[in-house]
């Protein structure tokens, strides 16, 4: 069994979405480098419950494979922690050190309330892939899958852009609480493919004002959410979906 160690950590705790929140402290002293970050938040749950001095830290999680995007932290001010291209579930403490002081915080943003603690509000998210995050086509049996010639370049970037899983990252941390890589990545993984390009206007036009409806803030070009998304997406899908957004106002939303 590897060696335990100890780590000093800052959580965020808040009772509820009008409530006000504060950091704070807890010391734990049963880590190994061999836990994934949400184990190491378990291991400290299950000391609270056991204290039953206060409720156990909320916290949002789901698969813990790094593909539904349900953990979403901000570490020591980086959204997902220190690791690139790396989902909160998918940290390990190795990451850390004995004595380390870790802070951790909820992702914030306007559009992004909390609920309690540490798991925010992202139905957001939601609303803007119901504006028009879909292909319209009519139901019966599936085509056969090579009836549509596609080139594989084309098809591989929208594969790159629909390995986005909606967790927020790019919202965190960027400056101006844009979602703007969030929705350019799901506007460009259909607006390629031959399927979604009838729509594509429409559906530029109504993502794009679902997106500011929801009270995200504009992009700056400050490549921030690139830097953190755990997917590697690229700040291209932003240029994209402003570029189809202009040419869609300019010449009508008519699909």
């Known amino acids: 069994m590897a060696d ?9 705790r808040q009772d509820g979405p009008d409530q006000p929140g504060k950091l704070v402290d807890y010391t734990l002293d049963k ?5 994934s970050f949400l184990e190491m938040l378990d291991v400290l749950n299950e000391e609270i419950v056991a204290e039953g001095k206060e409720e156990p830290i909320e916290f949002d999680y789901d698969c813990r494979e790094g593909i539904c995007g349900s953990c979403n932290l901000v570490i020591n001010g980086q959204a997902h922690g220190p690791k690139d291209m790396t989902c909160t579930c998918q ?52 085509p056969d899958a090579n009836s ?23 919202v965190a941390a960027c400056p ?7 929705t350019g990545a799901k506007l460009a993984h259909l607006n390629r493919l031959p399927q979604g390009e009838p729509e594509r206007k429409k559906r530029t036009v109504s993502m794009v004002d ?46």
Not at 31 to 35: D, G, S, T
Not at 113 to 141: M, N, Q
Not at 233 to 243: C, L
């Open 91 to 142: 940290l390990h403490m190795r990451n850390f050190s004995d004595g380390d002081t870790i802070v951790i915080e909820p992702f914030r943003a306007k559009a992004f309330p909390v609920i309690k603690d540490l798991v925010v509000d992202r139905s957001a998210f939601d609303r803007i892939i119901e504006a028009g995050g879909y292909v319209s086509v009519k139901t019966g049996s599936a």
């Open 176 to 182: 101006n609480s844009s979602a703007s890589l969030f």
């Open 210 to 255: 679902q997106m500011e409806e929801e009270g995200f803030g504009d992009c700056s070009n400050y490549a921030e959410c690139e830097a953190v998304c755990p997917k590697g997406i690229s700040i291209s899908a932003i240029a994209e979906m402003r570029r189809n957004y202009v040419k869609a106002t300019l010449a009508g939303t008519e699909a």
């Open 4 to 12: 335990t160690f100890t780590v000093h950590l800052k959580i965020w």
């Open 148 to 170: 549509i010639p596609i080139d594989k370049t084309v098809a591989d970037t929208a594969f790159d852009y629909a390995t986005c899983i909606g967790c927020g990252a790019c």
């Open 31 to 35: 880590v190994n480098e061999h836990m």
